[in-house]
């Protein structure tokens, strides 16, 4: 099957002086795949995201989607990738419905098609009552849900999430998932980058472990769970990460804020970064 996304020896560094903060990814994605993009805070994801979406540009290696380099052809397969970004940056006097209409403007949406899926949307997201009502009025769950809902309005091939599900009701959770399998089964491809190791284990085909930008690990769970000999994903991530001492990094922190040297653990020179 032709790969929707391919990465070639991608490097990455802010500014010319700087650490190389990506160090030769190459990955490629066949479509219809949930693939979920885990590593520690800082491993490099939102970078690689951040590429693929065209937001950064001072990248070295190359970067193929829908079989286009996307330096050559930096504005077409926009039109078929939805986004929802980790820090939602939304427009707080617009109502949810004016948010979207914008969104499917960029796209040359109808606005009769942009109206019908954004009142389907809101209602099946259990927020149809807060369509027209101002985003400033939102609670986060609901800021989430119209950023969910904004990605998918113009039913892109290629979905990029940043921890989507941050601040969704248990409920909503369990309709997004689902939604991401039946997505799947369409063909659409979906980047998943998450913490909540749960989720990621239980909806990927397939995993992608970042570690100070290198791919450590790529595969099944099952896969990822018979080379590294461990249990759960949380558990194949500390493995792969190298990361032992949440214990004694706690007590530390503990003892730092209360005071009582009693619950100090013995900590890594180094904290977490062993
Ligand atoms: N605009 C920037 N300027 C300079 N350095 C940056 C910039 N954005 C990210 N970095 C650095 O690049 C590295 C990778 O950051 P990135 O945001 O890609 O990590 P991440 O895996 O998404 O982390 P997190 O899980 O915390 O979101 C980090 O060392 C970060 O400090």
Do not use: C, W
Request: overall charge negative.
């Amino acid at each position: 099957m032709t790969p929707v996304i391919e990465m070639k020896g991608l490097r990455m560094r802010y500014g010319s002086e700087g650490p190389y903060v990506l160090n030769g990814i190459d990955l490629s994605v066949t479509p219809g795949s949930i693939i979920g993009y885990i590593g520690p805070n800082g491993a490099g994801k939102s970078t690689t995201v951040k590429i693929m979406l065209g937001m950064v540009q001072d990248y070295e290696g190359d970067v193929l989607i829908f079989g286009e380099n996307i330096r050559e052809n930096p504005v077409a397969y926009k039109r078929r990738i939805g986004y929802v970004p980790e820090a939602a940056v939304l427009y707080d006097s617009l109502s949810g419905f004016e948010y979207l209409r914008f969104i499917g403007d960029l796209y040359d949406m109808e606005a009769d098609d942009i109206t019908a899926k954004g009142e389907q949307l809101f209602e099946l997201f259990g927020i149809g009552d807060a369509l027209h009502h101002r985003i400033s009025s939102y609670s986060k769950g609901m800021k989430q849900k119209l950023m969910i809902i904004a990605s998918l309005i113009h039913n892109p091939d290629i979905l990029f999430f940043d921890e989507p599900i941050s601040g969704l009701d248990a409920n909503s959770v369990m309709i997004f998932k689902a939604l991401m399998q039946q997505l799947a089964r369409q063909g659409k491809t979906i980047f998943y980058s998450s913490h909540i190791m749960e989720v990621v284990e239980k909806i990927s085909h397939r995993i992608v472990v970042l570690h100070q930008g290198q791919v450590v690990a790529d595969g099944s769970f099952e896969m990822l769970q018979e080379k590294n000999h461990e249990g759960t994903l949380q558990e194949v991530f500390n493995q792969l990460t190298g990361f032992h001492s949440h214990e004694a990094i706690a007590a530390s922190f503990a003892q730092v804020v209360t005071g009582n040297t009693a619950a100090a653990g013995t900590v890594p020179e180094g904290g977490m970064l062993k």
